[in-house]
C-alpha cells in the first residue's frame, strides 16, 4: 500500500473512516494471502505466548490483526484527521497532560501497538515539547520514500541511520523540555529483542541506547502505547514515568519489559512484530512460568 502512490491518493481522498476500513479488508483478503511466511511465523509465536488459547481464537486474533496492520497502513494517509479527543481517548487524561507539561527532557518509549504513527503524532498535538522520533527506514526505497513523506506532515524531525546517536544526544541537551520518541520491538537477526516474554536477554538496541542517554541528559521514561478500540478509534495507555535518577537500569527495563510486555501479549491482535521474530528457535522460548 505505502509503495503505490495511487492507492495512497485514494486512502487520502475517502473519508478517513472510510479508508481505515478499506486498508483493513485489503490487508485481511489480499495481503496476507502473499505473505504467508509473516503469518505463519505470527500463528507459532502465537502459540507458544498463547497456549491457553483454543486454536479458533488464535485464528481469530490472526485475522483481526491483519485487519490492524492494513487499517495502521491506510490511516497513514490520515493522521491529521486522527489526531483529535474524537479519535483518540487518554486514561486518566489530567494526570497524562500533567506529565507532559512537568519540566526536563523525556524518553517516550512504546512499541509497534495499534497505530504507532498516530502515537508519535498524538504526543506532539498534545504537548509543546520538542519532539523528536527514532526510525529504521524500510529496506524497500519506495516504500521508505512514501513513509518518509507521510511522517513529515505530522510527527516533526525524525532520524536514523548514521549519526541518529549525535543528533539525539543533540536534541535532547540543546532543546528545553525536549522529547525522544522510541519504538523499543525492533528486529534484529530475524528476533524482536524486546519485550523480553522472559527471555534471558540483556538490553541491546534502542533500549540500550536509551538507557544511556537519559542518564546522561536526566531523562525520564514514559512508557506508552496505542490499542485501537473501534474502527479509527484508540485508547491511549500509559505509565508513571520512571527516573533513572531514583532506579536502576534493572529496575527500569524490568518495568518497561512488564508493561509493553503484557501490552503486546494482550493486545496480540493488534502487535505488528508478531511476525518478526522466531520464538520457535533455540534459546528463543519464553522461561516457564510466563
Known amino acids: 500500500m505505502l509503495s503505490n502512490p495511487f492507492l495512497f491518493f485514494l486512502m487520502r481522498r475517502l ?25 505463519a511465523r505470527a500463528r507459532a509465536n502465537l502459540t507458544i505466548l498463547r497456549p491457553d ?56 518509549f512504546t512499541a509497534h501497538l495499534g497505530n504507532w504513527d498516530l502515537l508519535a503524532a498524538h504526543i506532539k498535538w498534545s504537548t509543546d515539547r520538542p519532539g523528536l522520533g527514532v526510525y529504521e527506514a524500510p529496506d524497500d526505497p519506495k516504500i521508505a520514500a512514501q513513509l518518509k513523506k507521510a511522517r513529515s506532515s505530522y510527527m516533526g524531525e525524525a532520524i536514523g541511520g548514521e549519526g541518529a546517536a549525535r543528533g539525539v544526544l543533540k536534541h535532547l541537551t540543546q532543546k528545553d523540555r525536549a522529547t525522544l520518541y522510541i519504538l523499543a520491538d525492533e528486529r534484529r537477526d530475524r528476533q524482536v529483542w524486546f519485550p523480553t516474554f522472559g527471555r534471558p536477554i540483556e538490553p ?13 541528559v536526566g531523562a525520564k521514561f514514559l512508557p506508552f502505547y496505542l490499542v485501537r478500540t473501534n474502527g479509527p478509534h484508540f485508547a491511549l495507555h500509559w505509565h508513571p514515568p520512571l527516573d533513572p535518577a531514583t532506579m536502576s537500569n534493572a529496575d527500569i527495563v524490568a518495568t518497561l519489559d512488564r508493561f509493553l ?22 534459546g528463543q522460548p519464553p522461561l516457564s512460568g510466563m
Open 53 to 108: 488459547l483454543p486454536e479458533a481464537e488464535r485464528e481469530a486474533i490472526l485475522t483481526r490483526r491483519w485487519v490492524n496492520i492494513g487499517r495502521t497502513m491506510a490511516e497513514l494517509a490520515n493522521i491529521d484527521r486522527l489526531v483529535n479527543d474524537a479519535h483518540v481517548t487518554v486514561v486518566d487524561k489530567a494526570a497524562y497532560q500533567a506529565v507532559l507539561d512537568g519540566p526536563g527532557p523525556m524518553v517516550a
Open 204 to 216: 541491546s538496541g534502542n533500549l540500550s541506547i536509551a538507557l544511556r542517554l537519559a542518564r546522561k
Open 261 to 282: 510486555g503484557d501490552a503486546c501479549i494482550t493486545h496480540a491482535d493488534q502487535w505488528l512484530a508478531l511476525h518478526d521474530m522466531d520464538l520457535t528457535q533455540p
Open 15 to 39: 473519508p478517513a473512516p472510510t479508508a481505515s476500513w478499506l486498508g483493513g479488508w485489503l490487508s485481511a483478503t489480499i495481503a496476507r494471502r502473499n505473505m504467508k511466511l509473516r503469518d
